[in-house]
């Protein structure tokens, strides 16, 4: 699984009680199935007793299958699904802080304006730059700063939802 190019990029989703140790259980089961996983994302839902858990990972139709019969299998999970790109909505948040200097700044807040990006902090050394969007965007605009000078950046991984408006009575968080 070492190379990304054999292999095809997931989205799952899981729905689980907001609940002590839940996290830890889900978190464990990829350890001990020795997956890889790309970005782990969870929160709270709009109903306080559940979490909702966006995975990215990159594998094969295998390595698919079982994560998604193993979670469905664990005492809190809801339920558990698949995610077809080409139907869901994508996003991911970053901030970025990079080197503020009179020969770099004005092609920070063009690269910003262009990636419809806001700067949140501004001193005389660095900006802090708050980037929303797809994963490529993301990636991309990383690419614009580091001639720039990147100091530091974090990410918080992807979250995504269903585009089909046909829900099922079992779906509805709550009920």
Do not use: W
Request: hydrophobic share 40%.
């Amino acid at each position: 699984m070492d190379n990304f190019s054999e292999t095809k990029r997931y989205v799952i989703a899981a729905l689980v009680e907001n609940k002590y140790g839940v996290l830890a259980r889900v978190s464990g089961l990829f350890m001990r199935r020795g997956f890889n996983i790309d970005s782990l994302t969870v929160g709270e839902t709009d109903d306080p007793a559940y979490s909702r858990i966006t995975i990215t990972l990159h594998g094969d139709e295998f390595i698919r299958a079982q994560l998604i019969n193993q979670l469905g299998k664990l005492y809190n999970v809801k339920f558990v699904e698949e995610l077809d790109q080409t139907q869901s909505v994508e996003r991911e948040l970053m901030l970025i802080k990079v080197k503020n200097s009179p020969e770099n700044r004005s092609e920070v807040m063009a690269a910003a304006e262009i990636y419809r990006a806001k700067i949140i902090d501004y001193n005389p050394h660095t900006l802090c730059v708050e980037v929303t969007g797809e994963p490529a965007k993301i990636n991309a605009f990383i690419e614009v700063l580091k001639p720039l000078g990147i100091i530091e950046l974090c990410r918080t991984g992807v979250v995504a939802l269903e585009r089909n408006d046909s829900i099922t009575e079992d779906r509805i968080y709550g009920e």
